[in-house]
């Protein structure tokens, strides 16, 4: 089991959390959303829970929750600048199906 960031993603979270001033790491997880069923959230932690499944990846730890594993484990954050866009692309191995605008998915 593992979630990994790329060199890039992982350069993109320390620079956030160093200007931030604080911050321990990136909790990813899935919610119920979108017209495929599942959404990624993405956001950072100052503080860790009890329950949390820590992973580290180029020097930045990454946190979830158990029930989120179970959707993605082995994927990979990765962040990309396409022209004027720039996010964080979710490559995540157990999916099945996307909806047409990229915001959710289903396992």
């Known amino acids: 089991m593992a ?4 060199e890039r993603a992982a350069a993109h979270v320390s620079a956030f959390i ?13 919610k119920t959303s979108g017209c495929s069923g599942m959404a990624y959230k993405l956001e950072f932690v100052d ?3 009890d329950d949390d499944v820590t992973f580290e990846s180029h020097g930045v730890t990454v946190f979830t929750d ?7 484990d082995g994927t990979e954050l990765d962040y ?3 022209g004027l866009n720039e996010g964080f692309q979710f490559n995540n191995p157990n999916v099945k199906n996307e909806c047409g605008c ?3 998915f289903n396992v």
């Open 3 to 6: 979630i990994t960031l790329s």
């Open 18 to 30: 160093a200007k931030r001033g604080k911050g321990l790491g990136i909790r990813l997880g899935v």
């Open 47 to 49: 503080v860790a829970s």
């Open 66 to 72: 158990a029930k989120s594993l179970a959707y993605i």
């Open 80 to 82: 990309a600048k396409e």
């Open 102 to 104: 990229g915001e959710s």
